[in-house]
């Protein structure tokens, strides 16, 4: 048995896990199993801010549904995670933040108490106690994000990290078993089967859920053994895009044939999806539904709202069983799903929906995404941040070639919508991430476009750039106050782009919107859009 350091074990230890990329700003707490790490082949990629650096780990994890491990020092840093950290724990993102106690000194200036962070971010926290603890510790680690879907941080105390201690792999990672999905029982499945039995106009609806158990194709395969029509929650955006039938995403982002649709269902078969309030466009999409719902938690199954049938099981499997028991009844298939849905969608016209407030020299971000939308590969994943703007690529900007849709609004942050971007492009390098942020959210994490043009990422930042923060000018307003207060006097971002070292287009005109997309299809990425939009023109999520 070898003898190795503390901080030797846990880099072997994240490479034995199968962590072959972490995210992390180097200190005095884990520049030493970092350099070892780095040493031994894994990748690290260093982020210009700790808080960045969560975010780039919270978005490589949604992207690929796997554990994402992010690493920085004691004290200042752990504080400066704490935003973006409470949003990973609140998006229930597989994420562990490794950092570690200070050093054994009296008043020691970066103490802090790493336990009561954690706490305070909604996270598990787990010390390694004693030397020899540390590798099952860190496997354990692990596998309590995976198994639990809850971030944690790992305190690594800085005075082990020199002791020596005998190295072996873990047990926990050379014996684990594969965790298999539950499975529906039969009287769930018989009751949710009596319910679509009696349905007339039943929709399928799937969630986030839905898409990590990858049931596309069965959800599909229901969908035309009942007739149904088929739509989305907001985190599931365009996962059904292509199948006839399908009405976008439910909730108060859905579009007008969307919305009739839903309203006009007497039955919402919901696979993976909590059927929030935003989802339910606060109780008006579930009003006078049957409603039968699917998830691998039992606590999701009406949190929000009553449901008639609730089934503990995973979405494909279960799918798959609601098919078989419908076919054995003979249930025929309803024609909600209809020929006259099917053309009015096909005829949909998205610019239709709002008058376009483009003047000379700015655009209107809805205009701008369906621009976007039209002219950028179709093999994208997006990301937004939080801001006034989200109504704009929530509704006019797609998801294409099996790429994901990420939102970072769930601890209601702005800011963190650019480095988690990166974070998913650092995922898949194999297809195109879209950012879409507002510039006041752009400003606070600019610098890490650098760590984009460093590590060249097929990546491209919309900065909607109303020269304000949106939300507040638009209360300031409504409230009778001076909406100037909001405006922002910041650097010229396109400017601050180019010196970052990423391809950079100033869009003021639709022509110059198609400009920035040929350089993205030429392949000079990073490409950053800076779309200069109207302060006084609110895109909104239900307003057209």
Known sequence: METITVHEAVARTLLAAGQNTIFGLLGDGNM?????????????????????????????????DRVAVVSVTHGPA????????????????????????????????????????????????????????????????????ETAGRPMLLDIPYALLNVEIDYEISR????????????ADEDSLDRAVGILAAAQRPLVLAGAGAVRSGARDELAALAVQLGAPLATTLLAKDYFAGVPGHVGVCGTVSHDVGIETISSADCLVVFGASLNQYTAAHGDLVRDK?????????????????????????????????????????????????????????ERDPRSEFTDAGTQGVLDMRTAMIELDEALPSDRSVVTDTGRFMGAPWKYLHTGGGGRFHHTVNFGSIGLGLATALGAAFADRSGLTVAVAGDGG??????????????RLPLVVVILDDGCYGAEYTKLAESGLDPQYSLLDSPDLYDVARSLGCTAVRATSVAELREAAALVAQGQLPVVIDVRADPRVDPGVLNG
């Open 78 to 145: 752990v504080t400066n995670t704490l935003t973006a950290f409470t949003e990973a724990v609140r998006a229930g993102s597989p994420v562990l933040l490794l950092s570690g106690e200070t050093p054994e000194k009296r008043d020691f200036v970066q103490h802090i108490d790493l336990r009561a962070a954690a706490s305070l971010a909604g996270a598990s926290y787990r010390q390694v106690l004693r030397p020899e603890h540390v590798i099952d510790d860190v496997a354990k680690a692990l596998i309590t994000v």
């Open 32 to 64: 030493q199993y970092c350099a070892n790490y780095m040493d031994l082949g894994g990748r690290f990629i260093g982020a210009v801010h700790e808080g960045n650096a969560v975010s780039m780990a919270d978005g490589y994890a949604r992207e690929t």
């Open 172 to 183: 926990f990672i050379t014996s684990r078993a594969v965790p298999s999905g539950p499975a």
């Open 442 to 455: 752009v400003a606070m994490s600019y610098m890490e476009l650098a760590t984009a043009a460093r590590e």
């Open 290 to 346: 049957a409603i039968v719902q699917c998830d691998v938690d039992p606590a999701a199954l009406g949190r929000h709202f009553p449901v008639d049938a609730g089934i503990v099981g995973d979405a494909q499997g279960t799918a798959a069983a609601i098919r078989s028991m419908l076919a054995e009844a003979e249930i025929a298939p309803r024609g909600f799903n209809s020929e006259k849905l099917r053309r009015r969608l096909e």
